[in-house]
């Protein structure tokens, strides 16, 4: 595999913040996200290794679907240390962990510089938090960092251009670089997902492997995951005054319609799960 420049993504002006909601404004897309998602990252992380009695991390963990996933399956003699940078998202978590057998330390901390300890985990995640970060390569150096040797890594993230729809639609062939766009100004990568491979091997993992999922929908709340993130992405966007809301409200108006079209077919981003272990 060729490797690239170890270099960050974008120089936005603009400081790093996250472009969506948290705490309960939040669990019903990433609940919605999970139901769509969940199945392919634990299929991702037992291919990569958890099991019970594991010492693992969730960095970005958000509501906790992930985090759940986690401590169910490292039960009672393992561990789960829960990062996130919103205390909301934390709040939510606890509740969405409660009642699993495993054990849950919720940190609020940067994904930057997580306070965990180093060298102590047997497995390290995140899902769809290095698309929010300027330097995600400062967070995958992090991520490392708390890896014992012999430890794994997985990454999930998207590749949001491409998003695209079966028969194609205007909306929909412009919605992957509407994207991309914003992500640039936001001084992230949206893409992020197809550049993890290597990425992995330049911060110097081992046995680095790479799966794709890609889900399709002809209808359902599933197919609407777009419609409603551009929604809810767009509050904040508009608010930082990167787009006008009538922008925001003409792009939802015009998905709504595919998305209610149930001879259309929907391709939601492809998702690369991308893991690897520290030698
Ligand atoms: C899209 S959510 C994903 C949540 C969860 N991993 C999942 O897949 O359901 C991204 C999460 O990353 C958190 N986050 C964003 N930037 C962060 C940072 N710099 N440090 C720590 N957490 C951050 C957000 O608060 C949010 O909860």
């Known amino acids: 595999m060729s490797t690239i420049p170890a ?12 472009y969506l909601h948290t ?4 669990a019903p897309r990433l609940g919605l996200l999970h139901t769509i998602f969940g199945p392919g990252t634990e299929h991702v992380l037992r291919r990569a290794g958890i099991r019970s009695g594991m010492r693992v991390a969730d960095i970005g963990c958000g509501v906790g679907h992930v985090t759940r996933f986690l401590a169910d399956c490292v039960g009672p003699s ?16 606890r509740q969405t962990t409660s009642g699993t057998t495993g054990r849950v330390d919720f940190v609020r901390a940067s994904a930057y510089d997580t306070t965990l300890p ?31 040797p012999g430890g794994v890594l997985v990454c999930e993230d998207m590749e949001a251009s491409t998003l695209t729809s079966i028969p194609e639609t205007e909306i929909y062939a412009r919605m992957g670089e509407v994207a ?15 550049r993890l491979p290597e990425y992995l091997v330049n911060r110097g993992f081992a046995d680095v492997r790479a799966a794709l ?22 509050a904040h966007a508009v608010e930082a005054g990167l787009v006008t809301e009538q922008e925001i409200a ?16 929907l391709l939601l ?11």
């Open 250 to 265: 003409e792009r939802a108006a015009a998905m709504r319609e595919i998305n209610l079209d149930p001879a259309i077919l």
């Open 180 to 194: 991309r766009q914003g992500g640039s100004r936001r001084g992230t990568d949206v893409d992020i997902g197809r």
């Open 118 to 148: 180093r060298g102590a985990y047997d497995l390290v995640c995140c899902r769809f938090l290095l698309c929010h970060l300027q330097r995600p390569l400062d967070a995958i150096a992090e991520m490392r960092a708390l890896l014992r």
């Open 213 to 234: 999922w890609q889900p399709a929908y002809f209808e359902g709340e599933e197919k609407r995951f777009w419609e409603y993130s551009t929604l809810e992405t767009g």
């Open 269 to 279: 981003p492809r998702i690369w799960q991308v893991w690897g272990v520290k030698p």
């Open 78 to 93: 393992g561990n789960v240390s829960a990062v996130d940078g919103s205390d909301d998202q934390l709040e939510v978590a």
């Open 23 to 26: 705490g309960a404004a939040a």
């Open 7 to 18: 270099i960050q993504p974008t120089h936005s002006p603009l400081p790093e913040r996250y």
